[in-house]
């Protein structure tokens, strides 16, 4: 059954967490079982009366009350009159949907690359392998432009205690590691080749980083991307998300990287126009 109908969703609270950005609280009334197996990757749309819905990601699954956590950027008119907002302001909500990452029963090194706000939607996976302590070895490479663009604060912080975590910048200043996340990519490879490499971040980021990754040896299949983009409906009605036969909303926004060429994709959206 297609989910049209938005449930409500009350404001719990927010602190500004980056430059345009603000972590969000929020719970779900009468939250459905289909909420608690919510996966990391996973998204939801927020509707505003007067404004529309928008497309957000997880930063937390929402738990049995309800309540789940957000990192949104200040990008237009939807998300300017949501920082106007007060804590117990009434929304609405309807979600989960989309595919997540993937659940790396039998993997135990996994590499983790993220730019800016793409960090956000790793936030759940991250989460759980800290908590949780499973199985897993995690290492995590994290680029913003600069320190100020960073996202979240506190949960980089927690992250840093349980995994290894790199940090680096476009706009470096004295004592900070400079460059892409590329950078580090032949170097940690070096030392243990990882049996997966999920990514999330700026499209020519996760181009670039895919295309390492495999001129590194790792099998295209053995690497996913989240592919968020104009996702109008979540239910694959609109088309906007259209991705070769593919719905963004539906069969992503997390894809293999195989399939994804199989899409042409990523070649597609790099080419010259003309």
């Given at each position: 059954?297609?989910?049209?109908?938005?449930?409500?969703?009350?404001?719990l609270?927010?602190?500004?967490?980056?430059?345009?950005?603000?972590?969000?609280?929020?719970?779900?009334?009468?939250?459905?079982?289909?909420?608690?197996?919510?996966?990391?990757?996973?998204?939801?749309?927020?509707?505003?009366?007067?404004?529309?819905?928008?497309?957000?990601?997880?930063?937390?699954?929402?738990?049995?009350?309800?309540?789940?956590?957000?990192?949104?950027?200040?990008?237009?008119?939807?998300?300017?009159?949501?920082?106007?907002?007060?804590?117990?302001?009434?929304?609405?909500?309807?979600?989960?949907f989309?595919?997540?990452?993937?659940?790396?029963?039998?993997?135990?090194?996994?590499?983790?690359?993220?730019?800016?706000?793409?960090?956000?939607?790793?936030?759940?996976?991250?989460?759980?392998?800290?908590?949780?302590?499973?199985?897993?070895?995690?290492?995590?490479?994290?680029?913003?432009?600069?320190?100020?663009?960073?996202?979240?604060?506190?949960?980089?912080?927690?992250?840093?205690q349980?995994?290894?975590?790199?940090?680096?910048?476009?706009?470096?200043?004295?004592?900070?590691?400079?460059?892409?996340?590329?950078?580090?990519?032949?170097?940690?490879?070096?030392?243990?080749?990882?049996?997966?490499?999920?990514?999330?971040?700026?499209?020519?980021l996760?181009?670039?980083?895919?295309?390492?990754?495999?001129?590194?040896?790792?099998?295209?299949n053995?690497i996913?991307?989240?592919?968020?983009?104009?996702?109008?409906?979540?239910?694959?009605?609109?088309?906007?998300?259209?991705?070769?036969?593919?719905?963004?909303?539906?069969?992503?926004?997390?894809?293999?990287?195989?399939?994804?060429?199989?899409?042409?994709?990523?070649?597609?959206?790099?080419?010259?126009?003309?």
């Amino acid at each position: 059954m297609l989910e049209l109908t938005p449930r409500k969703l009350r404001l719990l609270d927010y602190y500004d967490d980056g430059e345009d950005a603000r972590h969000f609280s929020f719970a779900i009334e009468s939250p459905w079982v289909s909420d608690l197996q919510t996966i990391a990757g996973q998204f939801f749309m927020l509707a505003l009366p007067g404004f529309g819905e928008a497309p957000f990601t997880y930063v937390s699954r929402p738990d049995s009350q309800g309540h789940f956590n957000a990192l949104i950027r200040r990008t237009g008119a939807l998300s300017n009159a949501l920082f106007e907002l007060s804590a117990g302001a009434v929304l609405g909500y309807r979600g989960p949907f989309g595919k997540g990452w993937p659940l790396f029963f039998s993997t135990h090194q996994v590499l983790v690359v993220a730019g800016g706000c793409g960090l956000a939607p790793l936030a759940g996976l991250l989460d759980e392998a800290a908590s949780l302590q499973l199985p897993v070895h995690l290492r995590v490479i994290y680029g913003a432009r600069r320190q100020a663009t960073q996202v979240l604060g506190r949960e980089r912080e927690r992250w840093k205690q349980a995994m290894d975590f790199i940090e680096t910048f476009d706009l470096a200043v004295a004592g900070q590691p400079q460059g892409s996340p590329l950078t580090h990519l032949a170097p940690l490879f070096a030392k243990q080749m990882p049996d997966a490499v999920l990514c999330c971040g700026p499209q020519a980021l996760m181009q670039a980083t895919a295309d390492s990754c495999v001129s590194l040896g790792i099998p295209a299949n053995k690497i996913w991307l989240s592919m968020e983009r104009r996702m109008h409906c979540g239910v694959g009605l609109c088309g906007h998300c259209y991705i070769g036969a593919s719905y963004a909303c539906v069969d992503g926004p997390v894809y293999r990287y195989d399939r994804l060429q199989a899409l042409q994709v990523l070649s597609c959206e790099h080419a010259p126009a003309g």
